[in-house]
């Protein structure tokens, strides 16, 4: 190499070394400006899933859709020296933890490994949004140095969301960071206390806005799905907290529910007002709002040895959130017997012999959640109901729903579980989303709805006196096959006994009924929860037959009763017969907007297309975001769009336009909406709208070639095939102690100055 290249390639190095300097010098700098760090993230960035497109496959973006400086997501430590309360109360919380606590940790390490970084943007959009949005998550990061990674969702990522999409996976638009904002806009990222405390209003104004205590604020991390950049297949629903909420007689949006309740939102149930004690500056009256978020994560808190967090979460458990009630009996004698319902099983008098075939009949009720229960990632934790029967002695004559010798749940139980298969046909139990071709069975009670669980048993033939009947729903988080996939070692996480009843009667004798109890669920509501229960599992006739018994107890519910009786019989095509016990609902209630929804459909099945667009609108206009009434609606117009004369065809046509395009207003992703929006833009000529709605209804329907494959896996699965069936029956047989774990420990017999570290922790 002669010593003229050899200068030149000398004066290149240092140039690019000073370059580089001086670019890092630009971007520590407090002045440097937006597009200076944008451009310089992107100089090394991984735009894969397009140049704008930076924060795919999540959904979320920020205000100008650059990045944003890492040092601009101020601490939460920051914070803490005024909000003395909140800041250690987020600090237990989920969110805190959101990105480093291990559940989370190897899941997302593993879509790094077996994909790319690139990939993550999807998961950290809600679990680590500084990272994202810095430009981190990219195989060439531009900084090593990631302080922020140990906040997760801090204070300055919940407080800077300007605005949200409703489409989940990070639907929100991240505002620039800032502790103040001054009247005319302008955002200081930096301040100092007496900054902050001399001008509070531009501190408020940096910090609140109303979309924070709106459910669709923390539904635009609450709702999930897997989108084909992340699977490399198709869109796939995860789950949908938000709407679920939307759809419950909590939002007070819809007229649907079988119950009316008081308004509560996420904010009211998670974010409950509490006695400060360290005298936070935002406490009133002695009290502020709880930053514990606290839900259902009972692994967290243990990671850490987070006590206080935990009570908390445990508390809110056994709030009263599910109700259970064993209900009825079957029994059978003989067996050619008829089989004979005793229902309810305290209000009647009844013989049981030796030998006789009985048959439980559980209730799983959703009393006090605003969404289903469980909610979300139903596929790696567990609920589930234990069931018992018990002889005078309390020796356990047959169980359902127990822990198995491995810490595994009996894979016979009752529970409530998504079940993911792969590609393959294989189980795909440690989450790896990703790999999900098909659900093969979700499991999940709505909220204000029921369940049935049915147990089966003989009363053994050599026993005479007293059985009691125990029922419990329980919840674990995370399942054993995932803790142990996580941890590397077996652990036993807590279970939280959320609900319990029991029942007893005699055998060999006769069981008196019981006086009713001031203090309990009255009759007439455990009877309706069995219909709604019965509805759910498909059992049309009985259901009527529960709602009948409703109706007898002649309350204030009676109307409400007269039209879930006629549910049952529209499901039986019944519709005459519905139309009449409609009738007198409204006759009994003239404002009943879920019997004049009700009405209207039966009106259109009836072809009185007219009559039924009027009961419509009337409950629109006092429910103007109830999704299913508008659905009806554009469905009504679309039909009467073929009814008018061509010069006032579009007009038609534009109208259903409207009611479809409301409905995505509040759920971008509603599969019919799209369809009828395809199917409306391909009339009115609209072809480019319409070549998008087709592609974008391709995408999120189901693929009927995965069908195969969830029969398949419910077959070599028979348990999880037995409980898809909607109707099914839990064969119980003579319990053996061996079969169970017998020293898994209780919630009070957790040793905390044990549990502070995993990898301690021995059965």
């Not at 000398?10 to 937006?34: C, M, Q």
């Not at 638009?173 to 806009?185: F, H, W």
């Not at 790696?380 to 018990?390: G, T």
Request: with cysteine; net charge neutral.
């Amino acid at each position: 190499m002669n010593k003229r290249l050899l200068k030149c390639l000398i004066v290149l190095v240092w140039v690019v070394l000073g370059f580089a300097l001086f670019a890092e010098t630009i971007v520590s700098s407090k002045k440097v400006s937006r597009e200076d760090y944008h451009e310089w993230i992107s100089e090394t960035y991984d735009f894969r899933f397009g140049e704008d497109k930076p924060f795919s496959p999540s959904n979320a973006d920020t205000f100008d859709g650059k990045f944003i400086a890492g040092k601009d997501f101020i601490s939460s430590a920051r914070c803490a020296s005024c909000h003395t309360d909140v800041h250690p109360q987020w600090e237990q919380s989920a969110h805190a933890k959101s990105f480093v606590e291990p559940f989370y940790e190897k899941n997302v390490n593993d879509l790094k490994d077996q994909k790319n970084i690139a990939f993550t943007r999807h998961c950290e959009s809600c679990h680590n949004p500084a990272a994202l949005f810095s430009g981190a998550l990219t195989d060439k990061p531009k900084f090593a140095e990631r302080p922020f990674d140990q906040e997760g969702v801090s204070c300055i990522v919940c407080h800077s969301i300007e605005s949200v999409s409703g489409r989940g996976i990070g639907g929100y638009t991240m505002g620039q960071p800032a502790l103040l904002e001054k009247e005319d806009g302008t955002k200081i990222v930096d301040a100092s206390d007496d900054e902050i405390t001399s001008d509070i209003d531009s501190h408020k104004r940096a910090m609140m806005r109303d979309l924070l205590k709106k459910p669709e604020f923390c539904a635009s991390c609450h709702k999930s799905q897997v989108p084909k950049e992340l699977n490399d297949y198709k869109f796939l629903r995860a789950f949908m907290v938000g709407d679920e909420y939307q759809q419950s007689s909590f939002s007070k949006e819809v007229p649907h529910p079988f119950y009316n309740r008081e308004k509560e939102t996420c904010n009211s149930c998670h974010m409950e007002k509490v006695p400060t004690k360290n005298y936070d500056v935002s406490a009133k009256d002695d009290l502020i709002v709880s930053h514990r978020f606290a839900a259902a994560n009972t692994a967290i808190p243990m990671v850490y040895g987070f006590k206080e967090q935990f009570d908390e979460v445990v508390k809110f458990l056994k709030d009263d959130k599910i109700g259970i009630d064993i209900f009825a009996l079957s029994k059978q004698t003989g067996t050619r017997g008829n089989r004979k319902l005793i229902a309810p099983i305290n209000r009647r008098d009844f013989e049981i012999k030796k030998g006789d075939v009985l048959t439980a009949d559980v209730v799983i009720t959703n009393k006090n959640i605003g969404h289903s229960f469980p909610p979300e990632l139903r596929d790696f934790y567990e609920a589930f109901v234990e069931f018992e029967v018990l002889d005078k002695d309390d020796k356990t004559l047959y169980k359902s729903g127990y822990i198995k010798q491995d810490g595994s749940l009996d894979n016979k139980a009752h529970n409530y579980l998504t079940y993911l298969v792969k590609g393959d046909g294989e189980f795909n139990d440690v989450h790896h989303i990703w790999r999900t071709r098909v659900v093969a069975y979700n499991n999940k009670i709505d909220s204000g709805k029921s369940d049935l669980s049915r147990y089966k048993f003989v009363v053994p033939i050599d026993y005479e006196g007293q059985i009691k009947l125990t029922a419990k729903v329980k919840y674990r988080r995370f399942t054993r096959v995932y803790s142990n996939y996580v941890l590397g070692r077996s652990v036993d996480l807590p279970i939280v006994t959320m609900a319990e009843t029991e029942e007893s009667f005699i055998v060999g004798g006769k069981t008196r009924k019981q006086a009713p109890n001031s203090k309990a669920m009255p009759d007439w509501w455990r009877w309706n929860n069995y219909g709604i229960a019965l509805l759910e599992h498909k059992q049309f006739p009985q259901a009527a037959d529960a709602f009948d018994e409703v109706i007898s107890y002649k309350n204030e519910y009676r109307p409400i009763a007269y039209t879930n009786k006629a549910l049952a019989f529209m499901r039986l095509g019944g519709w005459k017969d519905a139309d009449g016990l409609i009738e007198k609902t409204l006759k009994l209630d003239a404002e009943n907007y879920r019997a004049i929804f009700q009405k209207g459909k039966v009106l259109r099945v009836l072809s009185r297309l007219d009559e039924a667009e009027k009961r419509f609108k009337k409950v629109l206009k006092k429910y103007p975001n109830d999704r299913l009434t508008l659905q009806q609606l554009g469905e009504l117009s679309k039909i009467k769009s073929e009814r008018v004369g061509r010069e006032n065809r579009d007009a038609e046509l534009q109208v259903a336009r409207g009611y479809y395009e409301k409905v995505l207003e509040i759920d971008p992703e509603d599969l019919s909406a799209n369809y009828n929006l395809m199917l409306i833009y391909q009339k009115l000529k609209m072809t480019k709208e319409a070549r998008a709605k087709a592609a974008l209804f391709r995408d999120l329907k189901s693929d009927p070639r995965t069908a195969p494959i969830a029969n398949e896996f419910l077959q070599k699965n028979w348990p999880v095939g037995n409980e898809s069936v909607p109707y099914h029956t839990h064969d119980l047989l003579p319990f053996h102690e061996a079969w169970e774990k017998q020293n898994y420990p209780a919630i009070s017999e957790i040793d905390w100055t044990k549990r502070l570290d995993f990898n301690s922790v021995s059965d």
